[in-house]
């Protein structure tokens, strides 16, 4: 009688985990559908855990794998260049003795905040910015330093900062809550050329660990309209012709484009660019996106997205996006 009541217990106990198992495994599925499915909501930053990177309805965060396509977009996509390649401005290591791509630094209520005088004064937002004792500062000319507050859930992003005069001076600065779509003011430059913020149009190795990126990226074209598109909200140019892309536009990867035989990293970037596509941001070499450095990137794995050419992207009509 007594080994027969420890078998059945045995087989309770079997029966249990199996189910414990059975879950685990269901937890670990719906996690992974939750991430294909492009939600902002399933990757925050690690080091502020709770804090998304804007709301869902962003339209950073909204996917355009099924908007349709501009119909200015094959004399747009020429005007920036069919037969050129895209380049990951972003890495591993050093260039020029610089870490390779925009860095950004996570701060706290704690952090002392600083006064700032800027050469845009007046599209400049004049608050107290956080910048930390040994702040991060992209390399190259255009100094960019971007700052989340994990206490308040606010971006701070500021443009050639530099220290002058024994104080903190930078080009342009400007703040956004994170948990609001609010943009800048008509016409309003930011930390970027297009009044866009930069954080959340960056591919960041924390990402690519995880496997998605769930978000539009940032990238650069060297000539521009003298126009922009929402969520844009500033032009940095004084040419009109209508086959030059506005700031803010945005192109798409074209669904077509297989990108099974990429490395692992260069395929999830290229994934993003089907679901959720990439916004002009800035002038600078054309087809270049923006990434935060990192030692887990592969420079090898990067440098193959130079096989996709200018040819590979359509421009999407976003009409629908704006409010």
């Known amino acids: 009688m007594r080994g027969r009541v420890e078998k059945s217990g045995d087989t309770a106990r079997a029966v249990t985990a199996a189910r414990i198992r059975a879950i685990a495994a269901a937890a670990v599925a719906l996690a992974a559908v939750a991430c294909a499915g492009g939600s902002a909501y399933a990757l925050r930053v690690p080091a502020a855990p709770r ?6 309805t962003n339209p950073w965060n909204r996917r355009v794998d099924r908007l349709p396509v501009a119909r200015n ?18 890495g591993s290591g050093l260039w020029e003795g610089s870490p390779i791509g925009i860095p950004f630094d996570v701060v706290t209520r704690k952090t002392p905040r600083s006064r700032m005088s800027f050469e845009y004064d007046d599209e400049s937002d004049h608050v107290g910015y956080p910048i930390p004792k040994r702040v991060h500062i992209e390399g190259g000319s255009d100094h960019h330093a971007l700052l989340l507050d994990r206490s308040s859930c ?17 080009w342009a600065g ?40 769930d978000h539009a990226l940032r990238f650069t074209v060297e ?37 099974r035989p990429f490395p692992r990293q260069a395929r999830i970037v290229l994934v993003a660019l089907k679901r959720y596509g990439m916004m002009v941001a800035d002038n600078g070499s054309d087809w270049y996106i923006s990434g935060a450095p990192s030692r887990g990137w592969s420079n090898d794995q990067l440098h193959t997205l130079g096989r996709v050419k200018g040819s590979d992207f359509e421009v999407v009509n976003t009409s629908r996006l704006a409010p």
């Open 174 to 213: 400007a703040t956004w809550s994170l948990r609001s779509n609010r943009v800048r003011p008509a016409g309003w430059t930011s930390a970027d050329a297009a009044g866009l913020p930069i954080f959340p149009g960056l591919a960041r190795y924390d990402e690519a660990r995880r496997g998605v990126i």
């Open 73 to 90: 977009s094959d004399m747009i996509i020429a005007s920036i260049g069919t037969g050129t390649g895209l380049h990951a401005d972003f």
């Open 223 to 259: 000539r521009t309209r003298r126009a922009y598109l929402y969520p844009a909200r500033h032009y940095a140019s004084s040419l009109s012709d209508p086959s030059l892309p506005p700031m803010g536009l945005r192109v798409r990867l074209k669904a077509s484009f297989d990108v």
């Open 154 to 170: 606010r971006l701070y992003e500021l443009g050639g900062l530099e220290r002058r005069g024994g104080r903190w001076h930078a």
């Open 51 to 56: 804090c998304a990177v804007f709301p869902k």
